[in-house]
């Protein structure tokens, strides 16, 4: 069974930073695409990044310039640096990878206010 299992949400100020990370477990996450997506309330899922198998990012344009991607192939983890944060950012993050029929995590909360 899969199981991709998410942590770093919180609560930070405008212009502040966090790091969330994803733990991917049974599953062979070196042949894995990784995605970090999010949903605000009232709005549909978007994709925020994404790094293939090969070490390739790419990212929404809302976020472009501010959050980077990196991938932990020992480690089993996918991170994802988010900085110079805004109030629209706030959404719940969820790990994806399209591995096998495809998989979610629980998500995690974060939140950008004063």
């Known amino acids: 069974q899969v199981y991709l299992v998410e942590s770093g949400g919180g609560l930070v100020q405008p212009g502040g930073s966090l790091r969330l990370s994803c733990k991917a477990s049974?599953?062979?996450?070196?042949?894995?695409?990784m995605y970090w997506y999010r949903q605000a309330p009232g709005k549909q899922r978007e994709l925020v990044a994404g790094?293939?198998?090969?070490?390739?990012?790419n990212y929404g344009d809302d976020v472009k310039g501010r959050f980077t991607i990196s991938r932990y192939n020992i480690r089993r983890t996918v991170q994802l640096q988010m900085n110079s944060l805004k109030p629209e950012d706030t959404a719940v993050y969820y790990c994806?990878?399209?591995?096998?029929?495809?998989?979610w995590g629980q998500g995690t909360q974060v939140t950008v206010s004063s």
């Open positions: 790094t293939t198998s090969s070490g390739d990012t």
């Open positions: 049974g599953m062979n996450f070196r042949l894995a695409s």
């Open positions: 994806n990878t399209n591995y096998g029929r495809g998989f």
